[in-house]
Nanobody, 120 residues
Framework: QVQLVESGGGLVQPGGSLRLSCVAS????????MHWYRQAPGQQRELVAG???????NYADSVKGRFTISRDNAKNTVYLQMNSLKPDDTAVYYC??????????????WGQGTLVTVSS
């Protein structure tokens, strides 16, 4: 069984920065793609950024140039560096990983979410 735990959320002023982390734990798996999503109050969950096993990245237009996704395969960890934060970035941020198990099953695993609040 694979579990994801996010951390790094909190309250930050507009223009500030935060770095989110998401660590996968468990045994008998390989991680392929890693993604960050967010869900603001009353809104649908939306894709923020993704990174493949070959380090190809993609971003939502709303965060391009401000957010950077990266991964550390040795630590089974994905990061989201968020700079120049705006009040519109306020949301619960979730990581999702595509996981291949030793029994050759492909699973999409979600974390529990971490709250980011951008406010003065």
């Amino acid at each position: 069984q694979v579990q994801l735990v996010e951390s790094g959320g909190g309250l930050v002023q507009p223009g500030g920065s935060l770095r989110l982390s998401c660590v996968a734990s468990g045994t008998g798996f390989t991680i392929s793609t890693m993604h960050w999503y967010r869900q603001a109050p009353g809104q649908q969950r939306e894709l923020v950024a993704g990174i493949t096993s070959g380090d190809i990245t993609n971003y939502a237009d709303s965060v391009k140039g401000r957010f950077t996704i990266s991964r550390d395969n040795a630590k089974n960890t994905v990061y989201l560096q968020m700079n120049s934060l705006k009040p519109d970035d306020t949301a619960v941020y979730y990581c999702k990983m595509g996981v291949i198990t030793t029994s050759i099953k492909y699973l999409q695993v979600w974390g529990q979410g971490t709250l980011v609040t951008v406010s003065s």
